[in-house]
């Protein structure tokens, strides 16, 4: 009972950010798995005579892939607590939405410049694999209303009556008459 009298009556202003759910890791996982495949069966190809689509998509596979390690190794470890963005959510629904456009359009580049051997054509599934993993995350974020960075102010009834939010004397204001 007496403890009920000594809680908190505030919130903390930095509040860490909410846990990822089951799906959101999800993503996160595929996205690291099939970036990671489709830049090592790209690096294992040898010989291309237009190199150029391949090189496009070497470092945007190797990137996405480094940017997904990067996000999980944020959210899975307390860093994600001590990362102190206001808008970090923000920053992971952009670089989700970039990611994912980029790795679609080096597939499609990809596809485009180089001679078809089984092992390009592996590359190139897992890497639009990864890049419709990428936009789903996204459609997901945004299905989910992942960027609201505010929960709509709460007003509770004190004992008088009255919202919490109000101020506690109404203003006086002077009618000067000339």
């Known amino acids: 009972m007496a403890d009920q009298a000594y809680r908190e009556t505030t919130e903390p202003l930095n509040k860490p950010p909410p846990e990822w759910t089951f799906i959101q890791?999800?993503?996160?996982?595929?996205?690291?798995?099939?970036?990671?495949?489709a830049f090592i069966c790209e690096e294992v190809i040898t010989q291309c005579e237009s190199c150029s689509g391949l090189y496009i998509f070497e470092f945007v596979s190797c990137s996405a892939f480094l940017i997904s390690l990067l996000m999980l190794v944020v959210y899975l470890t307390p860093l994600h607590r001590k990362i102190n963005i206001p808008s970090f959510k923000k920053v992971d629904f952009y670089i989700t939405l970039v990611t994912g456009v980029l790795f679609f359009i080096a597939c499609i580049v990809f596809i485009a410049t180089i001679e078809t051997t089984p092992l390009a054509q592996v590359s190139v599934a897992f890497?639009?694999?990864?890049?419709?993993?990428?936009?789903?995350?996204?459609?997901?974020?945004?299905?989910?209303?992942?960027?609201?960075?505010?929960?709509?102010?709460?007003?509770?009834?004190?004992?008088?009556?009255?919202?919490?939010?109000?101020?506690?004397?109404h203003p006086v204001q002077e009618n000067r008459q000339n």
């Open 127 to 169: 890497g639009f694999l990864a890049s419709f993993v990428f936009i789903g995350e996204v459609y997901n974020m945004w299905k989910n209303n992942y960027l609201q960075m505010k929960d709509p102010p709460k007003t509770t009834p004190n004992a008088n009556g009255g919202a919490e939010g109000e101020p506690l004397n």
């Open 25 to 37: 890791l999800a993503f996160k996982v595929c996205q690291l798995l099939f970036s990671l495949v």
